[in-house]
């Protein structure tokens, strides 16, 4: 049973199911910040589409040998594939603009543009911005265009939820400090570790003053919580990481954050 556990915990992180699950309810965190009602067909868009998307940026070098050895990742692909075709024939066509563009920013993400030209993640310093401003897009545009509201903090939340993302990619960079090619300019590499995580710590306290400017209330539990351990995440980082503190604990972030809110709201 133990072994079971074990292999079905390895597929799911390597396959980046906890990827497209984080993206998923990052989308619902940011419909339940804005008022709206999570809607079911766009947290299936948002987990399926980000399912194929990483999976293409992870694994398109060796699609052909995943294709003539009919890997099980190939099965998800295709039941991911239409799923997400299924959900999207029912969205507005002002959904569909969005979308294409998120599309766009991926392919421009993985792909060069010309034969023997650099691809977006690797334009020097660029990689961790065209990720937080993707998943901004899909957790806080995505749900307004849907519902055509735009609230007057809608700039503010979006920014915030574009900073909590550079914020959680900085354990990941100084994972990879020695394994990520130079020309990538992430902020460890420009910066050192100890000076990086000072900007996550000063990026953290933007955070915090958005959400002062935003509440009218006290803070919410969850942000809090939330909050806190990013601090500690971050701060604690360490070079040498073990297996999962950046592919399970912080990325499990934002799923960790939808559950404390459904569990809060529960009278």
């Known amino acids: 049973m133990k072994k079971l556990l074990n292999n079905f915990f390895d597929f799911y992180l390597q396959t980046n199911l906890h990827v497209a699950l984080a993206a998923a309810c990052f989308y619902a965190l940011g419909s339940i910040q804005m008022g709206f009602t999570v809607e079911i067909k766009l947290f299936t868009l948002v987990f399926t589409a980000t399912f194929l998307a990483y999976g293409f940026v992870k694994f398109h070098p060796l699609f052909r040998m995943i294709w003539s050895k009919k890997s099980a990742i190939l099965w998800l692909w295709l039941l991911a594939g239409i799923i997400l075709l299924t959900t999207l024939l029912t969205l507005p066509l002002r959904m569909l603009?969005?979308?294409?563009?998120?599309?766009l920013l991926t392919f421009l993400y993985a792909l060069p543009l010309f034969r023997n030209t650099l691809n977006f993640r690797n334009i020097y310093g660029l990689k961790a911005y065209l990720v937080a401003l993707s998943w901004a897009a899909?957790?806080?545009?995505?749900?307004?265009?849907?519902?055509?509201?735009?609230?007057?903090?809608?700039?503010?939340?979006?920014?915030?939820?574009?900073?909590?993302?550079?914020?959680?990619?900085?354990?990941?960079?100084?994972?990879?400090?020695?394994?990520d090619h130079t020309d990538l300019g992430t902020l460890p590499q420009r910066l050192g570790v100890t000076k990086t995580k000072v900007v996550g710590v000063f990026i953290l306290l933007l955070i915090m003053l958005i959400e002062l400017?935003?509440?009218?209330?006290?803070?919410?539990?969850?942000?809090?919580?939330?909050?806190t351990a990013?601090?500690?995440?971050?701060?604690?980082?360490p070079k040498k990481q073990s297996e999962y503190y950046s592919t399970f604990w912080v990325e499990g972030i934002p799923i960790a954050w939808f559950l404390l809110e459904k569990v809060i709201s529960i009278k």
């Not at 603009?97 to 599309?103: D, F, N, P, Q, S």
């Not at 935003?214 to 909050?227: P, Q």
């Open 230 to 237: 990013t601090v500690l995440l971050l701060v604690f980082a």
């Open 138 to 179: 899909v957790s806080i545009a995505m749900p307004a265009v849907l519902h055509q509201c735009f609230q007057a903090d809608f700039l503010l939340l979006f920014a915030q939820f574009f900073l909590w993302v550079l914020v959680w990619i900085i354990p990941f960079d100084i994972r990879d400090l020695d394994a």
């Open 97 to 103: 603009y969005l979308i294409c563009a998120v599309v």
């Open 213 to 227: 400017l935003r509440i009218e209330n006290d803070l919410h539990k969850s942000f809090f919580l939330i909050w």
